[in-house]
């Protein structure tokens, strides 16, 4: 594999074994603390245009399979790793790493101090890197670097441009998903609560989801700055009284800003597999995945109609919200990936309750039944 290195705009460079596409470029680096779950990062939305340094030391070594992709695209810039693993042992391989990355165009470079620069993120915040051939003048490259502006819009980028389907048998209820990103682990999750899923762009009107007749609305997570989304925010505001909202991630920013509370971007995120969440009544703390780099201001929360459900335990950041009366609410991390396999997580048990008050008798998706 030919040398390359990786610039950090503050100027440190680190050096290691390219992979992947062989191209330079230009994106913001952020970190991951997951053992296991390469594939799902590679193809989750919310990864759009960044670098991702995985702290755990090995990657590559199961491969990648077909039917594991949470997406139909890749999404990220490229992958940071200590050590690269090419030779992938598992029966359900279909391809490698690096050869998806290459048919991808995402880079990447293997033999870095991944601990040494994950501390380097941790304590002086989220910032812009570049990976490029070794050889390059490294004063130049961080002057460019430092010029970069990444591209906006990016929920736009990764939303759908139409509806589609996903039906479940003997469906119980419909839900219409707003697309600010969606993964298909939470399409499957929602399916398996008995729900018909109608997907919409994440610029849908109040009466292109009224259309489809839905008994609630899902919001996922997805990338970028929620206040980027104005169309999505309108939404839940005009959706507030009408159907049960249930939003992750990115959803919940979007929540919160429909209810007038303010967002803003942290210093280095929260990404990873292993990130404490402690519910505010119950007092119970759950180890969550996550990954968004937004969060809500929780002072701007004071009578906006709100209720702190759960918070952040390492920094005590926002990570629920509720408004009890409406129906609506929403979770920082992404719960799909915290639950045993065969078990809907509670936080869509709680989702069903609410679409069961709102509907009263019979739901849309039983009227709608032939």
């Known amino acids: 594999m030919p040398n390359k290195i990786l610039i950090l705009e503050n100027g440190t460079v680190f050096k290691g074994e390219g992979f992947g596409s062989g191209e330079s470029k230009i994106a913001e680096v952020v970190f991951n603390t997951s053992m296991v779950g390469y594939q799902e990062i590679f193809s989750d939305p919310a990864y759009l245009d960044q670098f991702v340094v995985m702290t755990y030391p090995l990657?590559?070594?199961?491969?990648?399979?077909?039917?594991?992709?949470?997406?139909?695209?890749?999404?990220?810039?490229?992958?940071?790793?200590?050590?690269?693993?090419?030779?992938?042992?598992?029966?359900?391989?279909?391809?490698?790493?690096?050869?998806?990355?290459?048919?991808?165009?995402?880079?990447?470079?293997?033999?870095?101090?991944?601990?040494?620069?994950?501390?380097?993120?941790?304590?002086?915040?989220?910032?812009?890197?570049?990976?490029?051939?070794?050889?390059?003048?490294?004063?130049?490259?961080?002057?460019?670097?430092?010029?970069?502006?990444?591209?906006?819009?990016?929920?736009?980028?990764?939303?759908?441009?139409?509806?589609?389907?996903?039906?479940?048998?003997?469906?119980?209820?419909?839900?219409?998903?707003?697309?600010?990103?969606?993964?298909?682990?939470?399409?499957?999750?929602?399916?398996?609560?008995?729900?018909?899923?109608?997907?919409?762009?994440?610029?849908?009107?109040?009466?292109?989801v009224m259309n489809q007749k839905p008994d609630g609305v899902f919001i996922p997570n997805g990338p970028g700055d929620p206040s980027d989304v104005p169309e999505t925010v309108e939404l839940v505001k005009k959706l507030k009284g009408k159907l049960p909202v249930f939003a992750i991630g990115l959803g919940l920013q979007i929540v919160a800003r429909a209810y007038g509370a303010k967002t803003f971007k942290m210093k280095k995120g929260h990404s990873g597999s292993n990130l404490p969440v402690k519910d505010v009544k119950t007092k119970e703390i759950e180890i969550t995945s996550q990954h968004h780099l937004y969060t809500v201001d929780a002072s701007s929360l004071k009578n906006s109609g709100l209720e702190v459900t759960k918070i952040n335990v390492i920094d005590g950041d926002v990570e629920g919200v509720e408004d009890l009366k409406n129906g609506i609410f929403a979770v920082a991390y992404q719960p799909e990936n915290c639950a045993e396999p065969g078990y809907n997580h509670a936080v869509y048990q709680k989702f069903l309750e609410n679409i069961k008050k709102f509907a009263g008798g019979k739901s849309n998706a039983e009227k709608n039944r032939y």
């Open 59 to 208: 990657i590559g070594n199961y491969g990648l399979t077909d039917e594991d992709f949470d997406s139909k695209g890749v999404f990220l810039a490229g992958f940071i790793v200590s050590e690269y693993n090419d030779l992938p042992s598992n029966f359900r391989t279909t391809m490698t790493l690096n050869e998806s990355m290459c048919e991808n165009n995402v880079v990447g470079i293997s033999g870095v101090d991944t601990r040494k620069l994950t501390r380097i993120i941790r304590d002086e915040g989220t910032m812009k890197a570049m990976i490029c051939d070794e050889g390059a003048d490294i004063a130049e490259c961080v002057k460019e670097i430092k010029a970069y502006k990444k591209e906006g819009n990016e929920v736009k980028r990764v939303s759908r441009n139409n509806v589609r389907h996903c039906p479940t048998r003997n469906p119980k209820y419909s839900v219409v998903v707003i697309d600010c990103g969606i993964r298909n682990v939470s399409l499957r999750k929602m399916n398996d609560c008995g729900i018909n899923l109608a997907i919409l762009p994440y610029n849908s009107t109040f009466e292109e």
